[in-house]
């Protein structure tokens, strides 16, 4: 059984439920490691002074945020401490939303949520019931390894599942991402009919497993 990323407890209203969250995904891409081709010796990277050959230890790496000039503000530790969002071990719903209503676009990550121990049980059950019934998910906010996500929770199956999601400002505009786009327009009614029947003759039911990775799969071979 997988080790919980984070344990703390849902909350909205007067209802609390102890839970833990546990990673719902897990990459598979291939990885390397880098050797010197004609030693066979393992290559490293290491952190080095611009201009130098003198490799600096962590302790004494401090952080730079770019400015639009070009230009370095160094940051240290105990400033950014200072501002990190207060350390807390609750996900708080503040609001309930249609599901269909939230775009794809603005997922992130999923995890799992699961009952703490027994006696959140039933807490748990029934929340994930009164949430399949009602049809929504819930939006809340919770800090996590010093960082503040949004996150939307709905149920699934035996499982609630928590998505963490962008924020409105990381999503870009498509219009300015992408340039030219065609508007609304009218188009010929016997080539928008003959597209849709294209689209209907290619539906089916969906089936993650159907679907495979077959460059890592080729790689791995």
Same mark, same amino acid.
């Given at each position: 059984m997988a080790r919980p990323v984070w344990q703390g407890a849902i909350t909205f209203g007067l209802v #609390?439920?102890?839970?833990?969250?546990?990673?719902?995904?897990?990459?598979?891409?291939?990885?390397?490691?880098?050797?010197?081709?004609? =030693?066979?010796?393992?290559?490293? #990277?290491?952190?080095?002074?611009?201009?130098?050959?003198?490799?600096?230890?962590?302790?004494? @790496?401090?952080?730079?945020?770019?400015?639009?000039?070009?230009?370095?503000?160094?940051?240290?530790?105990?400033?950014?401490?200072?501002?990190? %969002?207060?350390?807390?071990?609750?996900?708080?719903?503040?609001?309930?939303?249609?599901?269909?209503?939230?775009?794809?676009?603005?997922?992130? &990550?999923?995890?799992?949520?699961? %009952?703490?121990?027994?006696?959140?049980?039933?807490?748990?059950?029934?929340? &994930?019931?009164?949430?399949?019934?009602?049809?929504?998910?819930?939006?809340? =906010?919770?800090?996590?390894? #010093?960082?503040?996500?949004?996150?939307?929770?709905?149920?699934?199956?035996?499982?609630?599942?928590? #998505?963490?999601?962008?924020?409105?400002?990381?999503?870009?505009? %498509?219009?300015?991402?992408?340039?030219?786009?065609?508007?609304?327009?009218?188009? %010929?009614?016997?080539?928008?009919?003959?597209a849709v029947r294209l689209i209907s003759e290619l539906?089916?039911?969906?089936?993650?497993?159907?679907?495979?990775? =077959?460059?890592?799969?080729? @790689?791995?071979?």
């Open positions: #609390n439920v102890g839970v833990g969250l546990y990673s719902a995904t897990e990459e598979q891409t291939v990885s390397f490691h880098q050797f010197e081709k004609d =030693t066979g010796k393992r290559v490293r #990277n290491k952190r080095v002074a611009e201009g130098t050959d003198r490799e600096v230890d962590y302790a004494d @790496v401090a952080k730079g945020y770019e400015t639009e000039s070009g230009d370095h503000i160094i940051v240290t530790q105990e400033e950014l401490e200072q501002v990190a %969002p207060d350390t807390s071990r609750s996900i708080t719903i503040d609001d309930f939303v249609e599901l269909a209503d939230i775009d794809p676009i603005y997922y992130e &990550r999923a995890y799992y949520l699961a %009952p703490r121990d027994e006696a959140n049980e039933h807490a748990y059950a029934l929340l &994930r019931e009164a949430m399949k019934r009602a049809g929504l998910a819930g939006i809340a =906010t919770l800090v996590m390894r #010093n960082k503040q996500y949004l996150a939307a929770i709905r149920a699934m199956d035996d499982v609630l599942v928590l #998505n963490t999601m962008h924020f409105a400002d990381e999503v870009r505009e %498509p219009a300015e991402t992408v340039g030219s786009l065609p508007g609304k327009r009218e188009l %010929p009614k016997r080539e928008l009919d003959t539906t089916v039911d969906w089936d993650p497993a159907h679907y495979h990775d =077959t460059h890592r799969e080729r @790689v791995l071979k």
